[in-house]
């Protein structure tokens, strides 16, 4: 019986992971609240199609074509006289503090599991910036299912006590 409510939470999770406005917190809230099926069960499933969704979307960002190819070249110079081209250098440093931190450890994990159990900062940016730093598919995988199983059991729980 469970294992059908547990595939389709899976696929759930995996389209919401891509598609922002598949909201799997209303998917879990609204299977808890109609007690059609059990809310623990859909919290897992939804965990573990988010978690499969985003490393999918992580693996597409470090495995995309020519990525290495232009990974080694330099930007174009900007003119810093201009507002624009204050604006560009100001995006490339901001770009490359955020690949910098994600591929730190001491840094990388506490910000994947922050936004995956938290969502601040939003996990679908995250798994884009994560996919093209240093870190690691094992680590990125292990704290966004870790962070993604806190909170939806948390909210799977939160409705069953009603």
Not at 48 to 69: D, E, H, N, S, W
Not at 89 to 112: E, H, M, Y
Request: no cysteine; net charge positive.
């Amino acid at each position: 019986m469970w294992l059908w409510q547990f595939a389709l939470a899976v696929g759930f999770g995996i389209g919401s992971a891509v598609i922002p406005v598949l909201n799997a917190e209303a998917y879990v809230l609204g299977v808890g609240v109609s007690g059609a099926l059990d809310p623990v069960v859909a919290a897992v499933g939804v965990s573990v199609g988010q978690t499969i969704g985003k490393v999918a979307m992580f693996l597409a960002v470090r495995y995309r074509p020519g990525y290495a190819a232009r990974k080694g070249k330099e930007p174009r110079p900007v003119n810093l006289y201009t507002r624009w081209g204050r604006f560009v250098q100001w995006n490339r440093d901001l770009s490359k503090r955020l690949l910098d931190a994600l591929s730190d450890r001491r840094w990388g994990i506490p910000v994947t599991l922050l936004s995956s159990s938290v969502g601040i900062p939003p996990l679908y940016g995250v798994a884009l910036i994560a996919g093209a730093s240093r870190m690691g598919v094992v680590t990125f995988t292990l704290s966004v299912l870790t962070g993604r199983l806190a909170r939806f059991i948390t909210l799977a729980a939160g409705v069953s006590l009603f």
